[in-house]
C-alpha cells in the first residue's frame, strides 16, 4: 500500500470526530478517505464541476489546435479510431 502525504490532516480530524460525536461510532482515517474516494466515485461529475479548475476551450486555443491538425488520409471503416491507435482489434 502505497502512503500518501495529507496537507488537510488537521480537517480530517475534525471530520473524524464529527462523525464519532453524531453517529457514536469511532471511524479510522481510512476508513473516512475510502468512504470519501467512494463518495467521489459514485457523484464524480458533480465533484469535477464543482471542486476542480476545469480551463476553458477559447477560440484562440481552437484555432491554434486546428492549426496543427491533419489529415492522415488513412481511413479504415471497420475499426474505430481506438482500435486502430491502440491494436485492440481482433
Request: proline share 2%; aromatic share 8%.
Amino acid at each position: 500500500m502505497a502512503s500518501v502525504k495529507l496537507s488537510k490532516k488537521l480537517e480530517l480530524e475534525r471530520i473524524q470526530a464529527k462523525i464519532l460525536l453524531i453517529t457514536g461510532t469511532k471511524t479510522t482515517q481510512q476508513e473516512l478517505l475510502d468512504k470519501c474516494i467512494n463518495y467521489v466515485e459514485r457523484n464524480f461529475d458533480d465533484f469535477v464541476e464543482k471542486e476542480m479548475e476545469i480551463p476553458q476551450l477559447t477560440r484562440k486555443k481552437i484555432d491554434w489546435i486546428s492549426k496543427f491538425a491533419t489529415d492522415s488520409g488513412y481511413a479504415h471503416p471497420e475499426l474505430t479510431d481506438d482500435e486502430l491507435l491502440y491494436d485492440k482489434y481482433q
